[in-house]
T-cell receptor
């Protein structure tokens, strides 16, 4: 599986935008980029995913570099509830196991009031 | 919908005991998964299933067994519990979505301690 690299931790202030980076220099053409987050003492939850184009949903935006070797999850206005571990995951869309995810350690986001 | 439910929430086992972690989903998802999460680490896949009657090993299957007799239920069996199985266990489910997200829905987890 292609690997991702994320900072161990980041801090932000409430109501400010947050840009969470992810490097995936060995990404293949069939890898989707997924982001999940895990709030304290909860299971992970889906945030967003994309393939080549930037994506927006009610939770966040995903900006994908033109060469696809990196991506950035953007939280437009951080709230205290956004404090969580954020996982950037590549999912291979080929073959019979295209539904599986491999979680790394993620980025621990701290939001200061 | 209740989503993905897991029981129990907490359990303490003695070394060598056995137990079954229960997982159920009411979303008619065909894919189901069991993960474990050790402190400060990401999730590791134990077993998964693509439908009733079909299961397969994930990254860390040793010491565990699963079955999938119905679409809704996917129990995880621990035989001869060991301290190394102390962890938080998450069950998840997903389906073949038209947006190709295969979004996984997670349960609240079971915190297991083996002493």
């Amino acid at each position: 599986d292609a690997k991702t690299t994320q900072p161990n931790s980041m801090e932000s202030n409430e109501e400010e935008p947050v840009h969470l980076p992810c490097n995936h220099s060995t990404i293949s053409g069939t890898d989707y980029i997924h982001w999940y987050r895990q709030l304290p003492s909860q299971g992970p939850e889906y945030v967003i995913h994309g393939l080549t184009s930037n994506v927006n949903n009610r939770m966040a935006s995903l900006a994908i570099a033109e060469d696809r070797k990196s991506s950035t999850l953007i939280l437009h206005r951080a709230t205290l509830r956004d404090a969580a571990v954020y996982y950037c995951i590549l999912r291979d869309a080929r073959g019979g196991s295209n539904y599986k995810l491999t979680f790394g350690k993620g980025t621990l986001l701290t939001v200061n009031p | 919908n209740a989503g993905v439910t897991q029981t129990p929430k907490f359990r303490i086992l003695k070394i060598g005991q056995s137990m079954t972690l229960q997982c159920a989903q009411d979303m008619n998802h065909n894919y189901m998964y069991w993960y474990r999460q050790d402190p400060g680490m990401g999730l590791k896949l134990i077993y998964y299933s693509v439908g009733a009657g079909i299961t397969d090993k994930g990254e860390v299957p040793n010491g565990y067994n699963v079955s999938r007799s119905t679409t809704e239920d996917f129990p995880l069996r621990l035989e001869l519990a060991a301290p190394s199985q102390t962890s938080v266990y998450f069950c998840a489910s997903s389906y073949s979505s038209t947006d190709r997200s295969y979004e996984q829905y997670f349960g609240p987890g079971t915190r297991l301690t083996v002493t």
